[in-house]
């Protein structure tokens, strides 16, 4: 995503990388949390415009579970719902940082409806003062015929859609060891 930014405005705008995920994009809560915190400390002042979120997942069982086995699992009350230290941590960057934007993916699961997490925080009511939750943006993905990509979540909580398929970008060269499991 980094690379896209910087080719699509000419490096016109700085970008700060942070490692969230490991090399099979497998991550946690905790790890999205701490590097919003990381990037708390690195900018103190209310200067981040963007924060990038090309991650997510759902609350309860990441969508491994059937439908039926995750009804008996998590109650309807308790699924669905915003994950507790990344809201906790969205709200704190309201507070901090209320003109920052928020864009997340809607995620390559081909759900339809289920939120998924941070971008389903879209459709979150921001419109108190002071506020409690930053502006999030949840981007879902379009084929080159302008129609949803086969793999693209969508939901009520989408904001936007792109193209999203055959995008050329850079990738690196080297070997990224795959975490066991």
């Known amino acids: 995503i980094t690379a896209l930014i910087n080719r699509m405005t000419g490096g016109a705008v700085r970008v700060a990388t942070l490692k969230v995920l490991e090399p099979d994009g497998v991550g946690s809560e905790e790890s999205v949390v701490l590097a919003l915190k990381h ?16 991650l997510g997942g759902f609350t309860d069982d990441g969508g491994w579970a059937s439908p039926a086995d995750r009804a008996a699992l998590f109650p309807a009350g ?5 994950p507790l230290a990344l809201g906790a941590e969205l709200a704190v960057w309201a507070q901090k940082y209320p ?15 289920r939120p998924f997490w941070p971008a389903a925080a879209a459709r979150e009511s921001w419109a108190t003062d002071p506020p409690t939750a930053p502006v999030v943006i949840a981007v879902a993905s379009l084929t080159s015929a302008l129609t949803r990509s086969a793999f693209s979540n969508i939901g009520d909580w989408v904001t936007v859609s ?20």
Do not use: K
Not at 39 to 54: I, Q
Not at 78 to 82: A, N, Q, S, T
């Open 39 to 54: 990037l708390r400390r690195l900018f103190p002042e209310p200067t981040v415009e963007v924060v990038n979120m090309s």
């Open 78 to 82: 308790l699924r669905d719902r915003m």
């Open 99 to 113: 003109a920052t934007v928020f864009v997340a993916c809607a995620g390559n699961e081909s759900e339809d409806e």
């Open 162 to 181: 792109t193209l999203g398929e055959d995008i050329l970008s850079e990738f690196p060269d080297g070997d990224y060891p795959v975490a066991e499991n």
